[in-house]
């Protein structure tokens, strides 16, 4: 993590509705998702459930305080447009409200506070991918990618309102949970199901979502 964090661009979007009604082919049958975000020039609004005009089809798995904010480093988009050349992959491509500069995975942690500006957001867990990114890009083993890669982004939630702007920086205010980068996390979640000690201490980590406490207590459990 550099002292130069910044947001570089911001994007929100509303659900859309595409595809084929009735098509056989799962990449070309009707779906309806929020993961095509635009650019927004100027201050936007940053509320408790996320930013000013941004909107969640899916709100079984997708937004609420715990995952208010998606972020992903601008870093990845270089091994992505080497990886997937047909695919034009630029700041929002994966569907994210803040593409940054100077954070990596392996460098934040769950728990992290950071400020921007008068707004105060925490690091509550790894992006999860699912198969609308697979749908959005037309490239069927997308999430296994991710999830084998671990450049995955992550959320944050909203512990002061105010505004935002790209090229704010983000000033680290808080690490109460040096032990659990988001590396780290995603290793366990993917590749760490029977320790059963890591699970159950990660899921004791008051700053984690409340979805990836359920889910790692119960694998503790049993």
């Not at 208010?68 to 409200?97: D, K, Q």
Request: glycine share 10%.
């Amino acid at each position: 993590m550099t002292a130069a964090a910044r947001l570089l661009s911001l994007q929100v979007g509303m659900p859309r509705t595409l595809g084929v009604v009735g098509a056989t082919d799962p990449m070309e049958k009707r779906w309806t998702s929020a993961i095509f975000k635009e650019p927004v020039l100027g201050p936007v609004g940053v509320a408790d459930l996320g930013l000013a005009g941004d909107g969640q089809a899916d709100r079984q798995h997708h937004g609420g305080p715990d995952k208010a904010i998606n972020v992903y480093p601008s870093e990845h988009y270089a091994h992505w447009r080497e990886e997937l050349p047909t695919c034009n992959m630029v700041a929002g491509a994966f569907g994210e409200n803040f593409t940054t500069v100077g954070l990596l995975e392996s460098e934040v942690c769950i728990g992290d506070t950071f400020a921007v500006g008068e707004v105060r957001l925490q690091l509550s867990q790894p992006r999860q991918p699912c198969f609308k990114l697979a749908r959005r890009w037309r490239v069927r083993d997308f999430v296994s990618r991710i999830r084998n890669n671990g450049r995955s982004g992550w959320y944050f939630r909203v512990l002061r309102t105010g505004e935002v702007a790209a090229g704010m920086p983000l000033v680290l205010a808080d690490r109460p949970y040096p032990e659990w980068t988001v590396a780290r996390a995603n290793e366990l979640m993917y590749r760490g199901k029977s320790d059963r000690r890591a699970n159950a201490l990660l899921a004791a980590c008051p700053a984690l979502s409340a979805s990836w406490q359920e889910t790692l207590s119960s694998r503790a459990a049993t």
